[in-house]
């Protein structure tokens, strides 16, 4: 098959517009699983995204042209699942199973289009928020995400003749292949691509997902792309995120049934699927939490992703809990994806191999790692950490404490609010660079 000469490309920008999101399975494959459970649970909540820059230093405002980024969203509004996705949906086999996408959730998608949203500039950065639905707006997380960064390189870029943009994507492929290489000497080994959200472009996450594919061989277990898992054969990966807590938490009528808003989230998620897709994301008000409240019959699922605290630290906290439940470590699963870096995929591989059955979910610096890659210096095309969260839910305000407080969100009174309610056991500031 014949390689995009990406570098060729980006330099070659002769239409009117270039669409960053092309196709609306261009997304993450959690998104699916979480929408068919909210369009068959919860279709009449409402949920509003917002935009949040952590890297406060970066005025995506000045980088950014408003109307280009205007003319991006709405491009991806027109979009519709064609023909061919939706037969590869309702017709592929995913996680071991024919059908796990009902058929008349698979007719209401046929339909689906993107809802409105809301911009506004104030002092250098970007107000986007998507008001409506929860099984509307949830759709727009991935693509404003992935609008947002490759708009970012685009103009990180345009000043870059062919030549040098020739030479900044030659290094960037020499030190992607570098950390390929280190990868394929672990023994038993699983990555998956987990980038689609702060990548640098489609095209580049294209080419990571097709040099892992060479690469490492059987060690890539597939991406969380569901297109490029469709366009390459992939497995397509991902369970549930932090947005179903969040929004269960918010819609809660008491303290009890706040504290009960993790755990109700599980038991409905375990109604619509099970086996491999019984993976546990603890953290979204603190791991410890989490585990100090945690029914038994939680013990009893495929395994964990342990998501903003320090990898080994948050692991050994998990093995040490199924221990107490009576469970044999080396029978569960730890899925490893916070901000990995290939030094911490192998010293975290190293220090559980053995102890458990893990997986890497390799994201931000698998698929937006150009530091050092530019002819000439400029920091615009280093990765930022950009999220959109659930910021409300049914008109109340949601929340995310976070291992990390740092990567808390919501308002300053709200989290305090929640603190009291679930505890700040185990929550240790770090820094998040992406």
Not at 32 to 53: E, H, R
Not at 176 to 202: Q, V
Not at 259 to 266: C, N, S
Request: contains cysteine.
């Amino acid at each position: 098959m014949a390689k995009t000469d990406i570098a060729r490309r980006v330099y070659n920008h002769t239409w009117k517009l270039d669409p960053i999101v092309r196709s609306l399975l261009d997304t993450d494959f959690y998104k699916l699983l979480m929408l068919q459970m909210i369009w068959g649970m919860y279709p009449k909540v409402d949920a509003t995204f917002t935009l949040i820059n952590r890297t406060t230093s970066v005025r995506l405002a000045d980088e950014i042209d408003e109307q280009e980024l205007r003319d991006q969203l709405d491009h991806a509004r027109t979009l519709r699942f064609s023909k061919k996705e939706m037969i590869w949906l309702g017709g592929n086999n995913f996680y071991g199973r024919k059908q796990i996408f009902e058929p008349e959730f698979l007719a209401w998608l046929e339909g689906f289009r993107l809802p409105d949203y809301q911009l506004t500039r104030r002092n250098g950065q970007y107000e986007l928020s998507f008001p409506g639905p929860w099984m509307y707006t949830t759709l727009w997380e991935i693509p404003a995400l992935a609008i947002i960064n490759e708009l970012r390189s685009r103009a990180a870029m345009r000043s870059f003749g062919p030549f040098a943009l020739d030479v900044l994507y030659a290094r960037a492929k020499a030190k992607m292949w570098a950390k390929t290489e280190r990868l394929k000497a672990l023994p038993g080994i699983r990555i998956s691509d987990f980038g689609t959200r702060r990548r640098h472009s489609f095209l580049w996450q294209r080419w990571c997902v097709e040099a892992l594919k060479e690469g490492i061989g059987d060690a890539f277990t597939g991406t969380s792309n569901v297109l490029l898992a469709m366009d390459n054969d992939l497995e397509a990966l991902g369970t549930n995120a932090h947005e179903l807590p969040m929004v269960f938490a918010a819609l809660a009528n008491s303290e009890e049934e706040m504290r009960e808003a993790p755990y109700k989230v599980l038991q409905d998620w375990q109604r619509y699927y099970g086996g491999n897709l019984l993976i546990v994301l603890p953290d979204t008000f603190g791991t410890a939490a989490f585990l100090r409240d945690a029914p038994d019959w939680i013990a009893d699922w495929t395994g964990f992703r342990p998501d903003s605290a320090p990898p080994i630290e948050g692991g050994e906290k998990i093995l040490s809990w199924w221990r107490e439940k009576g469970k044999d470590p080396k029978q569960k699963l730890l899925i490893f994806s916070d901000g990995l870096e290939v030094e911490t995929i192998e010293e975290t591989y190293r220090h559980f191999r053995g102890k458990v059955r893990m997986s890497f979910g390799w994201g931000t610096n698998l698929t937006n790692d150009f530091e050092g890659c530019a002819p000439t210096e400029t920091k615009s095309l280093d990765a930022i950490s950009l999220v959109c969260k659930v910021s409300e839910a049914n008109g109340r305000p949601a929340v995310k404490l976070s291992d990390n407080p740092a990567k808390a969100t919501g308002d300053e009174k709200e989290i305090k609010r929640y603190l009291r309610i679930f505890g700040e056991k185990g929550r240790v500031e770090q820094l998040v660079k992406v």
